[in-house]
């Protein structure tokens, strides 16, 4: 049990320092009602173990930015630690949450202990692992995650809340994905003939069509002809994922993007990578700063960008700067409708 908090505690400080670059001495503390000496202890041996430089400085443990950059690439925890997938899993979704797509999937890979099947717990994507931190009904849960490992054809009710309507919909269950708190089906669509995505939460009255006996040999051959050619799929599906980290993807490549930030919020950036592929192109005199990223989609990008509203400028591609103004005066117009 020990060797348990401990190994929590690590776990914590590690996360931490990938996504804030410190960590704040007395919350880590507070968080895990710890000594002084406890907290001092934990990060000399994680201190030790990442042989990075740690400054203290108004109560919290720096990294130096170039050992950030070192940390972002991922290290492996020992065997000692790498025994409880499910608390690793559980500390791990609960402190990154929505920063999920900030974590690059050489530090997941890395970092996450590999199962039976010799593959690696990803928080990203769950092809066939029984991972019990699913938020949902348990039910539909167990079906999907079955469906999910056999690669079933499936049944299910879906409903849209924006709409108010609810339908069915029958698909080839391949994925069950997690993007900023939100559990998501990736399947194919057999109406619409292309892959979609379904909240969990949204799902209900899951029907299991299943294969259970072959008339022949040649009913059993093209069975797992066709299985095969779902599993094909489904590791495509992963690295396209992977690639684009976004509920948001698509079969198209990456769109390129140039944003410019003021110097009231190009500090954050520099200190920081927000985005996916971010690079900085040029720093400006007067604190601001041209930054490039790649993004999926303009509903992506749209809402990595909200948050900063009033500090930046879109450079490129000029028609999500059209977009992103269509967006903002029709937003504007549906709050100022009486």
Known sequence: MAE??????LFQ??????????????KL????????????????????YLQIDLILENDRYIVKKEHLKKLKKGFNFDDDLKKNA???FSVFMKKISSNLSLIPYSTISKLLPKNIDNEYYDVIVIANNEINNISGNPENIDKLL???KDLNDISFNYYIQSSNIN????????????????WYL???????????????SNISDIEVIQKLKFNSNKEKEEYYTEYKNRLNNRNKLIKLIEKKRSIYWSDNDLIKTTVY????VAHYFRNRDYGFNQKIKKELEDGGIYINFDFSSFTEFRIFLSPWLGSFKIISPKRFNKEFIDHLTNSLSIMKDE
């Open 13 to 26: 400080i590690y996360t931490s320092l990938i996504l804030d670059g410190f960590i704040d001495k007395n």
């Open 146 to 148: 079955s469906c999910v």
């Open 261 to 264: 930030f003021n110097s009231d």
């Open 4 to 9: 348990n908090k401990k190994f929590v505690r």
């Open 86 to 88: 499910d608390i690793l």
């Open 186 to 200: 990736v399947a194919y669509d057999n109406k619409y003939k292309r892959i979609k995505t379904y909240s969990i």
């Open 167 to 182: 339908y069915k919909v029958k698909a080839i269950a391949y994925l069950i994905y997690y993007f900023q708190g939100i």
């Open 29 to 48: 503390i507070d968080s895990n009602n710890m000594s002084l000496r406890t907290a001092q202890r934990d990060i000399e041996e994680i201190h030790r």
